[in-house]
């Protein structure tokens, strides 16, 4: 192995490109990490003079489709990313090595790059019973973490597990399954949550780092503007629809074929922050709501608790499961009008006694009209 | 048997009635055009988009009355540091013993429906005070709600002032789901407090109901 | 004395896989398979809307996303007596036949070749040499001298940059990787083209489904609608990309992954005899082309295969209370009977209890209980599922298609049929199936798009979508064919909502720990006998694990 690895540069020079496709590809990058003209420059320096950025890509509770997303992406393609720009040292799903030697791989590039290598985190971490729901080579999923992002530059949570805790940390959260962000502090950290997210929103988030050298626009939970500022119904194509009140009332029903709003069937759109409306999947195929199913609100924390997905508001806990907040209002509101009617029957057969006590025992109420003038 | 002297009190300022009627009109168009967000009807099928804008329309009418409703709200607690006695803040809180004592007058005479004492206030009795004041919260609770929600559709800097809240309860469907369930608390209080103001109306005779219109109470003048 | 190794973590398969081997005199002696990650998500459904379920249980796993999906929905259907219409059943199988090709092909090339391909061994490759091989196995359009050659540099740079990433650290050079160099070359190129085309043919998920991984399932049908008049639905656009998705996917099948596979196994024909392991086969079959309520109808038969005899098909019958048991006598939970009793999925029990070592520890007390997985049984016997089984319970039903492909394919290698029961064998049905499902998505196609021109577009059945048509109680079983193999779900709803929710999976049936009898299972079994070179790069005990292709966030849930 060398000790200097090769910059970006000198690999696709080797690789037969031209200075000009090289800076081709530069201007392509910043512009796919959407970056000014001005920047453009920058760019060029950072891969003239940097190795590849080593990346370690850590595995906990996890059903493994941020990977399978990962690798979906089109633009840049994955082998690209894989063999051009970044150094992928660790990663549980693709790497050679197993065993001892995928460890050696770990800790080899902790030690060699410490500071500089970008931490990515796919699935939650389980915190009860110390940990032992998630091991790997004997060692806890919480253990591993804190290892790790101690000499990482920056920490990427791929997904809800790992920015929000996703399906294991639905009620009754039986293993104590934890994102990130809530235990490790004193690093950068993006959230890039989904179940799974785009494919080219995670692409794209790398190039942003890889490009700029410095971490995206974040909102107030983490994520990077670029992809997370507006609700999936902001740039939902049947927005007109809802506008309109023109809603898909059951499932394949003549509103569905002619492409009607999803919103009472249930749809989350209105209350979900991601790009599926603007990029949509898969290169841009379709997306949940193109494809006739609602939104089911999987970049939001604990949309698994919100259920039933087919109805606008979640069950009202302890009730059935089809109890939302409505019915438990109407069935408030007649109690309270059966009440009021009760009251006010009592309250006349009362007054109409008191009155005849009034009447029957005094003298003077003359006076008492007198004082009302 | 002595009885009482009555005179006419001027309660309810005109700021105080305004305030309150505007706030009950636009309680009732919120409510209204809340539920049908929630569960919005088929009214139409078979029909371009274009061609219609009922549900947009709605929501615009929400977003109208909770502007009233907020700015209305804002002024009603402005005056309740520069109005009359009636329509002061202390008034909302039973902290003094009397007003605890009334409390539980009040309670009596509203449930077990008795009536040995007269009540002692002129402007709200204690009990109304307190739940008026938890409406109060109530009110600032659908503000925040709502306006958190509405900050992910405006780039206007009032809603954004609110925008917080999402975070705090979680995400916007947590948010959505409490600013919904609270529209029950408006629809509850509402039917008990007009029924609670006849009622009080009834068995005190003192103008209760018709104050909030014209401002005067009829109240036994050893009281004032 | 044997000599205790431990491979933690087993990489290239999703999940969290232990294996702890015994070696005694360069051989496998005993070996205990152990899941590492449990989330509880059979917990975690109780209480929930039955028609939520399929979201949840999709989320079991990414690498097979959309399997339990349509096992959960056909679960809750079985359970409330619901008839999906025929576009809907040929949507779900288009969805799956997407699912085989995408995951069946990653698995060759990304999670299992490096297992007999030396990447770096490529960079001696001579591209001339390489592209002549190509040429004289496929028809396969990139296959010039001057293809080979770009790869081979772009290699060459990887490599020359000093930072290998993913394939950092392998065995490389290792004695028992047996391809010529011009062989790796051609894998290692077709590493990267599959990489590419992989990302294409699961598009059919994302027409029908909205997006891939984890697309949109419906209880009681699919979700897209059809309208041929309409931009909003499933019209001729859409249904033309598909169309052409999947012929793609035949091409590259037949173009690519299955000459490839067999140059490979041309070199490996020794590992025909080696990692069988179990010789008992369960597939529960799938792809209805009369409705899933009539398994006769399945492209995949239904049945179980004995000792390898492959004279008869034994019935296998989900909602009988004494075929289909899991155990825990080793695995980390408790049942309310104690830990010898098997229970039937209906009245399983998911009660999370670790008895293990405190992490970090160096080794698991494989006497006791060590592993998060519980273990199924078929009466009492354990089962190998996936490709393998689905080919030999075929072979053994006497279906022609699969018996032509087979012998055709045996023939050419000149193997004899035993060579089936191998780690080869599983690694070869995977393909042959394949291209089977290749074929069999073009039919459905076909029907799907005859049925809209002769104008049945119905996609969902909603009589039963109202809780309130529901009966108090219900309970349901919902079989299909992951890639992997045999999967069921079993439900037991109790007034609407989810009472008992269980899964029994491909990966449980193969990875499990032994029973209270110390029978192993699949890869327990398998890896007796296999040899090990060097224990230091246990390579060949890679080879045989991955043979199945595992699925631990699967086996566990
Ligand atoms: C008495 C006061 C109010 C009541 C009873 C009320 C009631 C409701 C209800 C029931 C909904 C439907 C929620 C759902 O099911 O999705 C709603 C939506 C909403 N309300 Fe209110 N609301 C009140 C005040 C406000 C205020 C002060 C604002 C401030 C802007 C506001 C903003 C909104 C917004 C933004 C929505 C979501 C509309 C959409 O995205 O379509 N509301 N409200
Ligand atoms: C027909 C409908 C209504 C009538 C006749 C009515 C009548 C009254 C009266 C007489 C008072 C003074 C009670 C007292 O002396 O304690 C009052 C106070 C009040 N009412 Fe109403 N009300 C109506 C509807 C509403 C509605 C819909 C709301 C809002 C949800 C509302 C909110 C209030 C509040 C907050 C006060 C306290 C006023 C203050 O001091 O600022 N009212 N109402
Ligand atoms: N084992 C397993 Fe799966 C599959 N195939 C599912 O049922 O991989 Ni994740
Ligand atoms: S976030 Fe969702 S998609 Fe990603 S690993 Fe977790 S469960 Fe899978
Ligand atoms: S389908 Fe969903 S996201 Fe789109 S407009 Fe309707 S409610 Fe909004
Ligand atoms: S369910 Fe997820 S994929 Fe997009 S449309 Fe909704 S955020
Ligand atoms: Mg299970």
Partial sequence: MLEHPLTMWQQMESLGYTRRDFLRFASWLAAAAGIEASGIGQVVHAMETKPRIPVLWLHFQECTCCSESFIRSSHPIVADVLLDKISLDYTETLMAAAGHQAEKSLHDTMKKYKGEYLLLVEGAIPTNDDGVYCCIGGRSAQDILTEVAEGAKAIVCWGSCASNGCIQAASPNPTGATPVHTLISGKPIINVPGCPPIAEVMAGTIVHLLAFDRIPQLDGLGRPKAFFSRRVHDTCYRRPNYDAGLFVESFDDENAKRGYCLYKMGCRGPVTYNACGVMRWNNGVSYPIQSGHGCIGCSEEKFWDYGPFYQHLASFPGFGIETTADKVGVALGIATAAGIATHAISTNIRKRKQIQQEIAGSDTIADDTKGGA | ?224 | MPNRIVVDPITRIEGHLRIEAEVKDGRIVDAYSAGTMVRGLEIILKGRDPRDAWAFTERTCGVCTTVHALASVRTVENALGIVVPPNAELVRNLMFCAQYLQDHVVHFYHLHALDWVDVVNALKADPVKASGIAQSISNWPKSSPKYFADVQKRINTFVASGQLGIFNNGYWGHAAYALPAEVNLIAVAHYLEALEWQKEIVKVHTIFGGKNPHPNYLVGGAPCAVNIDEANALNAERLAYVGRLFDEAATFVEQVYLPDLLAVAGFYKDWGAIGGGLTNFLAYGDLPVAGYNAPESFKFPRGIVLNGDLSKVHEVDGKDADQIQEFIAHSWYEYEGGDAVGKHPWAGETKLKYSGPKPPYDHLDVDQKYSWLKTPRWKGQPMEVGPLARMIVAYAAGNKEVQELVNGTLKSLDVPVTVLFSALGRTAARGLETKLVAGWAKEFFGTLVGNIKNGDTRMVNNERWDPATWPAQAKGVGMTEAPRGALAHWIVIDNTKIANYQLVVPSTWNASPRDAQGQRSAYEAALIGVPVADPEQPLELLRTIHSFDPCLACAVH
């Avoid at chain 2, 009555?6 to 539920?35: D, M």
């Avoid at chain 2, 274009?50 to 009418?61: A, L």
């Avoid at chain 2, 009355?65 to 309740?80: P, S």
């Avoid at chain 2, 009795?125 to 938890?134: E, K, P, Q």
């Fill in chain 2, 1 to 224: 048997m002595q009885h009482a002297q009555i005179s006419r009190v001027y309660v309810w300022q005109l700021p105080v009635r305004f305030y309150h009627w505007i706030n009950a009109l636009s309680v009732l168009v919120l409510v209204i055009t809340g539920y049908l967000i929630g569960s919005p009807p088929a009214v139409q099928s078979g029909s371009e988009a274009s061609f219609g804008y009922w549900f947009g329309t709605v929501r615009f009418v929400h977003f109208l009355a909770a502007f009233l409703f907020f700015f209305n709200f804002v002024y009603r607690i402005y005056w309740g540091f520069v109005g009359n006695r009636y329509a002061r803040w202390q008034n909302f809180i039973p902290y003094r013993k009397e007003q605890l004592e009334e409390v539980k007058e009040v309670l009596k005479v509203d449930i077990f429906q008795r009536s040995v004492k007269p009540l002692e206030s002129v402007g709200h009795n204690a009990l109304a005070g307190i739940t008026y004041f938890i409406s109060f919260i109530a009110f600032l609770f659908q503000c925040i709600t709502g306006f958190g929600m509405y900050a992910a559709m405006s780039k206007a800097a009032l809603p954004a002032l609110f925008a917080w809240i999402v975070p705090l309860m979680g995400g916007d469907f947590a948010v959505r789901q409490w600013h919904h369930a609270m529209m029950w608390f408006f629809v509850l209080f509402s039917m008990i407090h007009v029924y609670l103001v006849f009622y009080h109306d009834y068995v005190e005779a003192r103008g209760v109901t018709s104050s909030m219109v014209g401002g005067w109470k009829f109240v036994e003048k050893h009281k004032l």
